[in-house]
């Protein structure tokens, strides 16, 4: 059985890899590289909020990990990962540096599973939150501040760095669903499976691990979650256009 700690060296490797070479395509077309500097604020934000939430919820829990490591913070270079922001610029999903968190300090109002469940959740639940937010932001723009607004430089720029916005925290949120470690999905949907599945899943979590590299690396990944960000995301515009009746 391959060695987690040799697999995600080697997780990290790959990515690098792939960085490089679209980072070198960046690099080469300006028009890009502009719109890699616009995501970048919608990145700080859905990166900082998602750490955010979890460490919260694992606070609100009784567990006082994340606080005592100062991670109760929306000061985004607490929450950077170097790769996985890149990641999240470059390809519309990523990951950020992940807080830890002690289970065993939840409250035994529920058990530990349960615990783990609702605070790996809170993550991707804050990305769709700030979703619809901004969302909401860019339709009150779009319906009070005018067209002539929108047509001017920097209207244009704000309503790009709002879609970016969106779009990021939409990615982010969507692609921890996947039900594979090391994602949130992975540890939400603990609580909903059978006792032999659990113990399949934990005893052969290092096997999932490397098919979540493989989905990776071979870009199935993004094929498969494609879809989804694109179906959340008609949903969130579709609200949002609603509550301000366009």
Known sequence: MFNFSFDKRTMYIIIAVMLGIALLQFATN??????????APGVLIAITFHEFAHGYAAYKLGDNTAKNQGRLSLNPLDHLDPIGTLMLLVAGFGWGKPVEVNPRNYTRKMSMEKGEAIVSLAGPLMN???????TLIYY?????????????????????????????NIGLGVFNLIPLPPLDGSKIIMPF?????????????QIFYIVFVLLWVTGLAGTIISPVISWVGKGILSLGALVFGL
């Open 30 to 39: 300006p028009s890009e590289l502009i719109g890699l500097l616009l995501s």
């Open 128 to 134: 769709f939150v700030l979703a619809i937010i901004f």
């Open 140 to 168: 009150a723009i779009y319906k009070f501040a005018g067209i002539s607004f929108m047509a001017s430089t920097v209207g244009s720029i704000i309503m790009l760095l709002i879609s970016s916005t969106i779009s990021i």
């Open 193 to 205: 499976l059978p006792y032999k599945a659990k113990q399949f899943f934990v005893n052969n979590e």
